[in-house]
C-alpha cells in the first residue's frame, strides 16, 4: 500500500481560517452522513495558495493537479464505511487533510486494518480508486476534514 503522510502540511491557523470558513457558508450541502462545501480556486487567494500546495505534493506522486476540494464536516456519529473514490474516471489520487483533532474517532482506516489517527494540519494521499478506505464512527466531538481528488494534468 503507498500513502504519503505529511504532517504540518497546514498550520492552526490556516486549519481553524477554513473551520471558520465552513461554518460561515450558506452554501453547504449534504452527503450521507456529512456536511460539505466546495471550495472554489478562482474566488479567494487562500484557497489557491491552498490549491498550489495541494499540486506540488500530488505533481511529486503521479503528475496529478487538483480536479476538485472540499471542506467537510462530520458531526458526532458520522462515519464512512468501506469505499472506492469512484468519482469521475479521470481521478487518479485523493487527499483527506485533517483541520482538527480534538474529537474522538473519526480514523481514516484501509481494508488491511491500517488506522491513521488524526492529527491537525496532517494530510494524507492515497490512491482512492484503488485503495478500499473508509472512516471510523464519530465517538465524541465533531470532526473537520480538507478532501481533495486529483486528476492527471
Same mark, same amino acid.
Given at each position: 500500500?503507498?500513502?504519503?503522510?505529511?504532517?504540518?502540511?497546514?498550520?492552526?491557523?490556516?486549519?481553524?481560517?477554513?473551520?471558520?470558513?465552513?461554518?460561515?457558508?450558506?452554501?453547504?450541502? +449534504?452527503?450521507?452522513?456529512?456536511?460539505?462545501?466546495?471550495?472554489?480556486?478562482?474566488?479567494?487567494?487562500?484557497?489557491?495558495?491552498?490549491?498550489?500546495?495541494?499540486?506540488?505534493?500530488?505533481?511529486?506522486?503521479?503528475?496529478?493537479?487538483?480536479?476538485?476540494?472540499?471542506?467537510?464536516?462530520?458531526?458526532?456519529?458520522?462515519?464512512?464505511?468501506?469505499?472506492?473514490?469512484?468519482? #469521475?474516471?479521470?481521478?487518479?489520487?485523493?487527499?483527506?487533510?485533517?483541520?482538527?483533532?480534538?474529537?474522538? %474517532? %473519526?480514523?481514516?482506516?484501509?481494508?488491511?486494518?491500517?488506522?491513521? #489517527?488524526?492529527?491537525?494540519?496532517?494530510?494524507?494521499?492515497?490512491? %482512492?480508486?484503488?485503495?478500499?478506505? %473508509?472512516?471510523? +464512527?464519530?465517538?465524541?466531538?465533531?470532526?473537520?476534514?480538507?478532501?481533495?481528488?486529483?486528476?492527471?494534468?
Amino acid at each position: 500500500m503507498i500513502v504519503l503522510i505529511k504532517d504540518n502540511f497546514l498550520s492552526k491557523d490556516v486549519c481553524l481560517s477554513l473551520i471558520n470558513y465552513f461554518e460561515n457558508s450558506k452554501e453547504k450541502n +449534504k452527503h450521507g452522513t456529512t456536511t460539505f462545501i466546495d471550495l472554489n480556486v478562482s474566488k479567494n487567494f487562500k484557497e489557491i495558495k491552498l490549491k498550489n500546495k495541494h499540486n506540488t505534493i500530488s505533481n511529486l506522486i503521479n503528475n496529478s493537479v487538483i480536479d476538485w476540494i472540499q471542506i467537510v464536516k462530520w458531526e458526532k456519529n458520522s462515519f464512512q464505511n468501506l469505499h472506492f473514490d469512484k468519482t #469521475k474516471e479521470e481521478t487518479t489520487l485523493s487527499s483527506i487533510c485533517y483541520l482538527n483533532d480534538d474529537y474522538e %474517532g %473519526g480514523q481514516t482506516y484501509f481494508e488491511n486494518d491500517i488506522i491513521f #489517527k488524526p492529527k491537525q494540519g496532517r494530510v494524507i494521499f492515497f490512491d %482512492g480508486n484503488y485503495y478500499h478506505h %473508509g472512516v471510523k +464512527k464519530i465517538e465524541k466531538g465533531t470532526r473537520y476534514t480538507l478532501a481533495a481528488w486529483y486528476m492527471n494534468i
